[in-house]
């Protein structure tokens, strides 16, 4: 039995004492409040009673630590190449959230040797069965590690605005990802969320307009999740560094998000009941990282 068999196994086995759920929150552009909503939504899964824990996957860049006003004392790379633990790594955020900051380790992993795969494969079981839900929170576009996370998590959220280039480059997104000979359009669904919008409307709107090119071009389904309204107290928790659910949690956005949270928690959708977990997730990430090498 091979090194790859092994862990295949020993990932099946875990999954059969405890799943975690996972959902990459990705968008085809930057700076359209893919990490606010990150991070807001697992606010809100942790105050409906699940253990919740943001992987911050857009190495290079810090905005979930920026966002919960945390700096955490271990990355990735600190799991990978210095022995510490996944219980070391994970620093502790408002609501009892957990944070694990990738690093620039997530642009290492292909270079991984098999001793290192199956140490990290290892300390991902153990994510799996202290979280509920792993919220991974993508970097931004349509770079190969954005790909490729979106590729192997089994829920997806694209965040889009009213600008036009947001929707041009999540069209991008998708038209890149429906290319990947691993992706298959009939056994993944890519959730939609609106944010920055004037009202519902337009956020329905957004929605139709890319679901009618996806479905024309891309042969690719896209389900409306829902929407967050333009909000100044949203801009304004991003300055104090703190959440919006937290700072103003009556504020038109806060509610929003809640009402967005409760809705994935409750939906029935098969999609949603996949519970591959984290690490069998971060095993299929390698593999398709190693082939491109």
Request: proline fraction near 3%.
């Given at each position: 039995?091979?090194?790859?068999?092994?862990?295949?196994?020993?990932?099946?086995?875990?999954?059969?004492?405890?799943?975690?759920?996972?959902?990459?929150?990705?968008?085809?552009?930057?700076?359209?409040?893919?990490?606010?909503?990150?991070?807001?939504?697992?606010?809100?899964?942790?105050?409906?009673?699940?253990?919740?824990?943001?992987?911050?996957?857009?190495?290079?860049?810090?905005?979930?630590?920026?966002?919960l006003g945390i700096r955490p004392t271990y990355n990735l790379l600190d799991l990978i190449h210095k022995n510490k633990t996944m219980p070391e790594i994970i620093t502790q955020g408002p609501m009892g959230i957990g944070f694990v900051s990738g690093g620039s380790g997530v642009s290492e992993l292909a270079s991984l040797d098999k001793n290192?795969?199956?140490?990290?494969?290892?300390?991902?079981?153990?994510?799996?069965?202290?979280?509920?839900?792993?919220?991974?929170?993508?970097?931004?576009?349509?770079?190969?590690?954005?790909?490729?996370?979106?590729?192997?998590?089994?829920?997806?959220?694209?965040?889009?605005?009213?600008?036009?280039?947001?929707?041009?480059?999540?069209?991008?997104?998708?038209?890149?990802?429906?290319?990947?000979?691993?992706?298959?359009?009939?056994?993944?669904?890519?959730?939609?969320?609106?944010?920055?919008?004037?009202?519902?409307?337009?956020?329905?709107?957004?929605?139709?307009?890319?679901?009618?090119?996806?479905?024309?071009?891309?042969?690719?389904?896209?389900?409306?999740?829902?929407?967050?309204?333009?909000?100044?107290?949203?801009?304004?928790?991003?300055?104090?560094?703190?959440?919006?659910?937290?700072?103003?949690?009556?504020?038109?956005?806060?509610?929003?998000?809640?009402?967005?949270?409760?809705?994935?928690?409750?939906?029935?959708?098969?999609?949603?009941?996949?519970?591959?977990?984290?690490?069998?997730?971060?095993?299929?990430?390698?593999?398709?990282?190693?082939?491109?090498?």
């Open positions: 039995m091979d090194q790859a068999t092994i862990l295949r196994e020993k990932v099946k086995s875990s999954q059969e004492a405890s799943n975690a759920r996972v959902i990459a929150v990705t968008s085809g552009k930057g700076g359209v409040g893919k990490t606010s909503l990150s991070v807001n939504l697992g606010m809100e899964m942790a105050k409906l009673g699940k253990k919740v824990v943001i992987f911050d996957a857009d190495f290079g860049l810090a905005n979930v630590e920026v966002m290192s795969i199956k140490l990290l494969i290892s300390e991902m079981i153990k994510l799996d069965k202290m979280y509920d839900v792993v919220i991974i929170d993508t970097g931004a576009g349509i770079t190969d590690s954005v790909m490729e996370f979106v590729m192997v998590s089994p829920e997806v959220l694209l965040v889009v605005t009213p600008e036009p280039t947001s929707i041009t480059d999540a069209y991008s997104l998708l038209k890149v990802l429906r290319r990947k000979g691993e992706f298959n359009p009939l056994y993944k669904t890519i959730n939609v969320i609106s944010n920055r919008v004037e009202n519902e409307n337009e956020g329905k709107e957004i929605f139709s307009k890319m679901n009618t090119v996806s479905s024309k071009f891309l042969n690719t389904k896209l389900e409306y999740l829902g929407s967050v309204p333009q909000d100044k107290n949203a801009s304004m928790a991003i300055i104090e560094q703190k959440p919006v659910v937290v700072a103003y949690p009556n504020s038109p956005a806060s509610k929003a998000i809640v009402g967005l949270a409760e809705k994935i928690l409750n939906c029935e959708h098969e999609d949603y009941k996949k519970k591959d977990g984290i690490a069998k997730v971060f095993l299929d990430f390698i593999k398709f990282k190693k082939r491109s090498k």
